[in-house]
């Protein structure tokens, strides 16, 4: 057990981002509801407002909010409880994110910022949603500042020693997030805030966009990473076996430290203000970055087989059978990364140049993220959640919730297959992407997306109201564990923290050397941004000034 003061932290976390997860999913709802026609909105509520809620509430909020959850229980039971500074600082970071949620939450529900997840310029929010945001993201600084904090405590109490496998992981999944939220912040409090409140007339578009993205796609590593200290840390110690390399694991993690951040213009490659040189780089930094992901997969498998033989497994696949499927905690975190091989493959298509020019802003892409964040993390978070609520609160996980737990996987898993499958193969057809509407005046292109099965507006509608089923079922799930059910007396009934060893011995030392890995970060950012971003800020003759707000709700 953690102490109690970091368990409430952590339950704090935990508990604020499902209740984010609660509405977000209850607006992804409404939005297949609207999108077939099957629902009116009330005057003061629209599609985009909604839709805004859905990403902000889901791919912003639930994912933060439980990443610190669970990274401070690790944290706490991997390197000793937290000291009260430390503590305090993770509780100035809870408040502050928490203001700003709610001031996000506020301004979309007004009306005034129905600008989508992304807030691309030049809609133009009120001023008080990007306050919001800058609060937000200071906020992390502060939480995720004092995660470093303890690891600095604990380091100085072991000088030389390599740091336990979580809290090096940890360590480098928050160090990346700082490094890539200096775009989001430099854009919001330098371009957004003085346009939004009026103190300058134009916005620098293609610059606030780039800056943007230099953040939002290691933004999507911020949400995996975690998942993946997880599937490094926690799945070996299910399946009776031992994390299959530490010194692999912590390389992939430096490589994510490394790729994740001079990519994001592959998010951008139909954006005019961008030669193709520079696009080109970032595309080819990007397979860079795919390949901790497939140094994961390669671990994964390894940690099967070699957990499978040693219980007696033979031939290629035995291992499969010697899983132990009927642990919710396992098969959860299974079926998980069994939808990012579809989900990753999906992203090196996105991100093959050509290629983009088929998908970008289609409904391909929606699915894509429904396979990426949307099942491979937010899954994984479930699979999480259904011990460390539990563990946090001191109470037994029961048969009964455990059978809840695998209904609320499969249900999952059948509505993700059906809502993403028929996004992928309608944004190929040329669906487009963040509308209100599906027919598209009635285009007789648009009317073939309701024929058939799969390439059907209505199998979209069908998955997501089968997720928000089984959304409805894990927010019983959470809501049992922190409240009904029963306390653990023995030890024996004590839900444990499941962490695999990993033996550190000849883990080469230099991959704990921070400097090096973040300079090397620096250098490579540097190299891919800094001509093409110098470039969108110088004001040449020809160049356009920048863009007036558009309010287009
Ligand atoms: Fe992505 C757009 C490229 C990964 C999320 N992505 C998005 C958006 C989101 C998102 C939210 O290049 C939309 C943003 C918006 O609103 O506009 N993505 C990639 C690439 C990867 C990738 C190359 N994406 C993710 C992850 C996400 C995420 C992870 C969230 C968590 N993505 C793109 C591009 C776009 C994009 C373009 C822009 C498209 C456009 O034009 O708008 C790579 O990281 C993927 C590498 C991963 C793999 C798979 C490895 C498999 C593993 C599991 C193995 C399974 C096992 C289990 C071991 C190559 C590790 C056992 C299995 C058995 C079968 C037994």
Known sequence: MITKKDSRLALTNIVTAYIAFLIGTFCGLLQVFIRNNA???????????????????LALVFTTYFIFGFLVTG??????????????????GYLVMTIGTLLAVVMILSGKASVLYTFYA??????????????????????????IGHYLVWKGQNKGKLSPLFAFMTITTIVLWIIASLGVAATVL?????WAFGWVDTINVELSRSLFWYFGHPLVYFWLLPAYIAWYTIVPKMIGGKVFSDSLARLSFILFLLFSIPVGFHHQLQ???????????????????????????????????????KKGATGLFGWFFKLPWK?????????AMFFFIPGGAGGIINASFSLNEVIHNTLWVVGHFHITVGTPVAMTFFGLTFWLIPYLTGRKLTKAIQKLAFIQIITWSIGM?????????????????????????????ALEWFNGFLTNHVTVAVGGSILFL??????????QSLFTLPKAESNTEFVEFPLAESDIENTPKILENWWLWIGIALLLIAIAYSIPLGAMMQHHHHMPTGSKGFITW
Do not use: C
């Open 39 to 57: 629902l009116e909105l009330p005057a003061w509520l629209d599609y985009y407002q909604v839709l805004t809620a859905h990403g902000v509430l």
């Open 75 to 92: 944290m706490s039971k991997t390197l000793g409880g937290f000291g009260s500074k430390v503590r305090f600082f993770s509780w100035v």
């Open 122 to 147: 030049p809609l133009k929010a009120s001023g008080w949603f990007y306050v919001a945001l800058a609060l937000f993201v200071v906020g992390t600084w502060f939480s995720g500042g004092s995660l």
């Open 190 to 194: 330098f371009q957004f805030i003085p």
């Open 271 to 309: 954006e005019p203000g961008i030669s193709s040189f520079w696009k080109f780089l970032q595309t080819i930094l990007t397979f860079m970055v795919i390949i901790p992901s497939l140094m994961t997969a390669f671990s994964m498998f390894a940690t099967f087989e070699t957990a499978g033989r």
């Open 327 to 335: 642990d919710v905690r396992f098969t959860a975190l299974f079926i």
């Open 417 to 445: 297959t059906l809502m993403s499958t028929a996004m992928h193969i309608l944004g190929l057809l040329g669906a487009p992407r963040r509308t209100a509407y599906t027919d598209y005046a009635n285009h007789p292109a």
């Open 470 to 479: 089984s959304a409805m079922i894990l927010i019983l799930i959470v809501l």
